[in-house]
């Protein structure tokens, strides 16, 4: 199977177009959140709020919406969480156009936010098997991802513009954008497993936990990411860099939140076009590395063709290492385990993404922005060369899917080895 199936493939691609549409909204929303906030205050330390905000839902929920994903139709949790997020998003375009926004209700709006993709985010990982089956899973991971980061393009540079016009307009926007995904999306069709529904219990809930720290593959892969962009995120820190450091207008500052994804998606479509084949492993710690690098660079920079030009070569290496790391943990969970791991997987994403924005903000408050930020992608290094050495089986993965082939095929069965892995080959990717 090879990705242009998926554009025959109707339910992927209207989920694909309901899951961008949701995506430019939230990219437009963080423009927005992110200069509205600092205004507010001209404190680094609130534009970290802004991201612990968002996260301490997802921490204290996200293990028991695993469980619920797990125990319920994931679609209709994901369409309710949807209507959340375009309630919570409403709230802050309502009260900007009035005159009454204040840095409290942005943190409210971001629990409440935080709160619905808490419980959004397992269900609709979990979904994606579901709808395409393990042949197309790598890529339509791929074009998810890619989608994702174009909007990440699109949106801060049109969130920008739109800001010209108010706090207001861009919260409408937004409110918009999110209503339309939840339309789109309203009646979709995928392959859903009635299954017993299972009590509310510590252990079920930890099931995916569990699952994640006994395998070293998932396990290494998602711990990796999440200590790589914790420490070494700079995404809170870029207003301060785009208005005091580079000498911007919102405008820069869209380019600069749109520079890693146009990296992303440079790199999604040489991957589309050469699938990562061989020495999976290898290459996402390479990646993740000048990801570190590159870190250090945008820190020191002092030009915004050269922070521009960082940020580009941050997101391709980025966009190579969530492939790797996304198709893995699919193709190594069981069907009836993937809420609870996309749980777990979720809240190494948020840990790495909202606590990585409150410790860019209070590294920034104590060091100051470039030290914060150099340190950053020196401490991303550290990550890369600890899990080296902590997890050599991730290392020396090769093939995406090493699962035995069934029988009846030519690859041999039930040793994952060479010949089952190449009897894979067209699935897996290169």
């Known amino acids: ?32 959140l992110g200069w509205q906030i600092y205004n507010l205050t001209d404190s680094a330390l609130s534009l970290g709020l802004v991201g612990l ?24 949790i994901m369409m309710q969480c949807r209507l959340v997020l375009t309630l919570s998003i409403a709230v802050l375009a309502v009260t900007s156009v009035l005159g009454i926004i204040s840095p409290a209700i942005i943190y409210g709006c971001c629990v409440v936010m935080g709160t619905a993709r808490a419980f959004e985010m397992p269900a609709t990982q979990a979904m994606v098997p579901n709808i395409v089956g393990a042949d197309l899973l790598a890529p339509a991971l791929t074009w998810t ?124 479509v040489y991957l589309a076009w050469r699938p990562v084949k061989r020495t999976v492993g290898v290459k996402m710690f390479i990646a993740v590395a000048i990801f570190g690098c590159m870190t250090i660079v945008f820190g020191l920079s002092e030009m915004l063709w050269l922070s521009i030009l960082s940020l580009l070569i941050m997101g391709a290496a980025d966009m190579v290492s969530v492939v790797i790391r996304s198709t893995l943990v699919q193709l190594e969970t069981p069907d009836e385990m993937r809420g609870r791991v996309s749980a777990v997987n979720s809240i190494f994403i948020s840990t790495s993404n909202q606590l990585g924005e409150f410790e860019s903000g209070v590294m920034a408050a104590w060091l100051g922005v470039v030290p914060a930020i150099i340190v950053g992608g020196v401490g991303t290094l550290g990550v890369v060369a600890l899990w080296v050495y902590w997890f050599p089986s991730l290392v020396k993965r090769d093939y995406l899917d090493m699962r035995p082939v069934p029988s009846g095929t030519n690859g041999a069965k039930g040793n994952g080895g060479e010949s089952g892995s190449k009897a894979r080959e067209s699935s897996a990717g290169v």
Request: hydrophobic residues 50%; contains cysteine; proline residues 4%.
């Open 145 to 268: 991802a890619s989608g994702r980061e174009a909007t990440t393009i699109v949106g801060p540079a049109l969130g920008g513009v739109i800001y010209i016009f108010g706090a207001g307009a861009l919260y409408g926007s937004s409110t918009l954008l999110c209503l339309l995904s939840a339309v789109i999306l309203a009646n979709l069709r995928y392959r859903h497993e009635a299954r017993k529904k299972q009590p509310v219990t510590l252990d079920s809930m930890l099931g995916g936990l569990r699952f994640t720290w006994n395998n070293p593959v998932i396990f290494g892969s998602i711990s990796l990411d999440m200590l790589a962009v914790l420490v070494g995120s700079a995404t809170a820190l870029m207003p301060i860099v785009a208005r005091d450091i580079l000498e911007t207008g919102p405008w820069g500052l869209g380019l600069l939140r749109s520079a890693p994804a146009v990296g992303a998606v440079l790199m999604s």
């Open 53 to 76: 905000a968002r996260y301490l839902p997802q921490l204290v929920l996200t293990l028991y919406a695993g469980h619920v994903a797990d125990n319920n139709d994931r679609h209709r």
């Open 1 to 32: 199977m090879t990705s242009n199936s998926l554009f025959k493939h109707r339910t992927f691609m209207r989920f694909w177009i309901g899951q961008m549409a949701s995506s430019l909204a939230f990219q437009m929303l963080m423009v927005g």
